[in-house]
C-alpha cells in the first residue's frame, strides 16, 4: 500500500468521525527514512487544509502558530522561517508558503502526522475506540517511511500505540519498543505542547532535543 492509497481511506473515515464540512489532515514531510516520525492526536477545523475549498497540501498544523515553537526551539525549523510564521495570520497562509514550510520540514528529515486523521471543528477530545480505528493505518504509514524514532504526544496517542498504559510523566526519556511487519522501532512518549499542553511544552522541548542527542546525532567523531 502506498501513502495515496491511505489518503483514500483516511477520506472514507472522516464522514465516520470527522466533521463532514470538513476534509482529513494526512500528513507531511521526509518519507524516506526520516530521523524522527511525530505523531500528534488529530486535527482541527484551525488547521486552513481542512477547509474543502483548500485545493493545497492537507498537512498537519498549517495556519496555526504555537506548535511550530516546538520544532524551533529543537532545531528542526529555522529562525527565518518561524519568524514568518509568527508574522502570519491564518488568511496568509497560501500554498506556495505551505509547500516551502514543508520542504524545510522534509529537508530535516522529519515526518509529522496524527493518529487520528479525522478533523473535527474544535479541539473535543477524541475517545481511545475512535482513535484506535487509526491504529492500523499509522502503522502502514510507519511501515511505508521507516523512521528511526517515533515520538508520540501525549499518554493517550501513546498508550494507544504502545498497547499498554503509559503516563508520560513516568516516561520521559524512556524508550519502548513496537515492531510492525517484522521491522522493530523506537517510541518516545512526550507531553503533549499545545492545547491544554502548552504549559508543558518547554518539557517536550527538552527531551526531544535529548532524543535527538542521543538516538540521533551521530556520536562516532574521529578522535585526532
Wanted: proline share 4%.
Amino acid at each position: 500500500m502506498e501513502m495515496q492509497d491511505l489518503k483514500v481511506e483516511y477520506d472514507k473515515l472522516q464522514l465516520k468521525y470527522g466533521a463532514r464540512e470538513l476534509d482529513p489532515i494526512y500528513n507531511g514531510g521526509c518519507e524516506e527514512n526520516p530521523d524522527i516520525c511525530f505523531v500528534f492526536m488529530n486535527p482541527t477545523g484551525k488547521n486552513i487544509a481542512s477547509n474543502k475549498s483548500w485545493s493545497g497540501r492537507k498537512s498537519p498544523w498549517l495556519g496555526t502558530k504555537n506548535i511550530w515553537k516546538l520544532f524551533y526551539e529543537v532545531n528542526l525549523l529555522s529562525e527565518d522561517t518561524f519568524s514568518k510564521i509568527q508574522g502570519k495570520k491564518p488568511k496568509d497562509w497560501d500554498y506556495a508558503f505551505c509547500d516551502y514550510l514543508y520542504e524545510e520540514i522534509e529537508n530535516n528529515k522529519i515526518f509529522i502526522t496524527n493518529l487520528g486523521k479525522c478533523t473535527q471543528v474544535d479541539a473535543r477530545p477524541l475517545s481511545d475506540e475512535v482513535l484506535k480505528k487509526y491504529l492500523y493505518l499509522l502503522f502502514r504509514e510507519i511501515d511505508i517511511i521507516k523512521p528511526k524514532v517515533i515520538v508520540t504526544f501525549g499518554n493517550q496517542v501513546s498508550s494507544i500505540i504502545l498497547n499498554k498504559k503509559i503516563s508520560v510523566s513516568e516516561n520521559r526519556k524512556v524508550c519502548h519498543n513496537i515492531e510492525i511487519n517484522k521491522n522493530k522501532y523506537k517510541v518516545y512518549p512526550v507531553y503533549y505542547p499545545v492545547g491544554n499542553g502548552i504549559f508543558n511544552i518547554d518539557k517536550s522541548i527538552e527531551d526531544i532535543k535529548w532524543i535527538i542527542e542521543n538516538e540521533i546525532n551521530d556520536k562516532t567523531e574521529m578522535i585526532l
